[in-house]
């Protein structure tokens, strides 16, 4: 059994990418071939934004937006530190700082009463400015938009999507990537929508926004000309081999996202007796990046992990430890004990095998396995 299946997936498409891999080859565009405007196109429409700027991780599309509002040394960027690395790293990056905040227990994601608590506290103290907020869609399920864009309006801040989870999920009849002033998503290969090595993109509806973006994205060059430079960018690009990959993926994305469903309900409705299991709060559909759940106790998960994998059946921990406890950020100043819903989180979770291939079989394994354990 696979923890994520892309052997399956690829034996489905292969002529697909194979004959869009040729045409990359035949025609030689290798960088910013037209494949890639196509492949912006096609993901601005599925997720009815206004503009996508592909680009060659998700990590860098955290990073460009950061760029383009200028932030930098003095600046706190709020965020959770229950999250992939690459969420506050970019912070620190660019010389911001990364101000964390616990997550909700039940989502997963940024708790808002927590993050209007801590941008008062930011900006009573004085010492930086708030400036932005990283909501983290974690393991596909949208973070509360509602609120954080209340809080967005009322704070006068910047809200940066971090959708690399959640490309395909949906709250209240919108997709993710279209959150915030702007959104970020990767296609690392085990991502919901993954290529076949690095990529990422950034998605806006602001028009102005997207020009920064595309300028960033190839060393701050001016508008059509790559030898005028107006701002200090990076070397942001996507390959076009990778949009070529996407494009042959996107044809069977949807029903993918139908299978990953199935896969959660049927977890959600089988082994709840044994593991606290995810919840989906109502007017979302959350695209399951992950399908994890919670042991009673750090002993607890370790014999369950134990467990399932002497029967076949493989787990993974995301995230052991959050980012507050990581020696990458020892220079906040942090501690354990500082966001104890994280924490606990940390010691408890693991993740259930979670593809859109899981067979009928495979499940009520997983399902056997869990009861008697
Ligand atoms: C994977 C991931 C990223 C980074 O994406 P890369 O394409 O690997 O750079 C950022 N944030 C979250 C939450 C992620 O899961």
């Not at 608590?117 to 708030?130: C, Q, T, Y």
């Not at 809080?151 to 910047?158: M, N, S, V």
């Not at 994205?217 to 390959?239: L, P, S």
């Not at 559909?285 to 009673?296: G, T």
Request: net charge negative; aromatic share 10%.
């Amino acid at each position: 059994m696979q923890f994520i299946d892309l052997k399956t997936q690829y034996q489905r498409i292969n002529s697909k990418v194979a004959s869009k891999l040729m045409a990359v080859l035949d025609h030689g565009r290798y960088v910013m071939g037209p494949e890639i405007s196509e492949l912006e196109t096609k993901l601005a429409e599925y997720t009815d934004t206004k503009h996508c700027i592909a680009c060659s991780s998700g990590t860098d599309a955290l990073l460009m937006p950061l760029m383009a509002w200028g932030l930098g040394p003095g600046d706190a960027v709020f965020t959770t530190p229950f999250t992939f690395i690459s969420t506050a790293e970019v912070v620190s990056l660019i010389g911001a700082t990364p101000v964390f905040v616990d997550i909700d227990e039940d989502t997963f994601n940024i708790d808002t009463e927590k993050l209007e608590k801590a941008i008062k506290r930011v900006n009573d103290e004085g010492n930086l400015h708030a400036k932005a907020i990283i909501p983290v869609d974690l393991f596909g399920l949208c973070a509360d938009y509602k609120e954080l864009e209340r809080i967005e309006t009322q704070y006068g801040l910047h809200v940066l999507e971090d959708a690399a989870q959640s490309f395909g999920a949906e709250q209240n009849g919108r997709k993710a990537c279209n959150f915030g002033d702007a959104a970020a998503t990767s296609f690392y290969p085990a991502k919901p929508l993954g290529c076949y090595g690095d990529g990422g993109a950034v998605f806006t509806n602001n028009d102005e926004l997207a020009d920064k973006f595309k300028s960033i994205r190839v060393h701050g060059m001016d508008g059509g000309n790559q030898y005028e430079n107006v701002r200090i960018g990076i070397n942001g690009r996507m390959d076009t081999f990778q949009a070529a990959v996407l494009l042959a993926k996107m044809e069977i994305f949807e029903e993918e996202v139908e299978s990953r469903n199935r896969v959660a309900k049927y977890y959600s409705e089988n082994i709840h007796s044994r593991v606290k299991t995810p919840f989906v709060p109502e007017n979302n559909k959350s695209v399951w990046a992950q399908y994890s759940v919670l042991a009673k106790s750090a002993p607890d998960r370790d014999q369950l992990r134990h467990k399932l994998n002497e029967n076949g059946i493989p787990t993974a921990v995301y995230y052991p430890k959050p980012l507050h406890l990581q020696k990458a950020f020892k220079k906040y100043g942090y501690k354990k004990g500082d966001f104890p819903v994280s924490e606990s989180v940390s010691e408890r979770i693991f993740s259930l095998p979670m593809h859109p291939y899981l067979k009928d079989e495979e499940l009520a394994h997983i399902k056997i396995t869990l009861e008697n354990s």
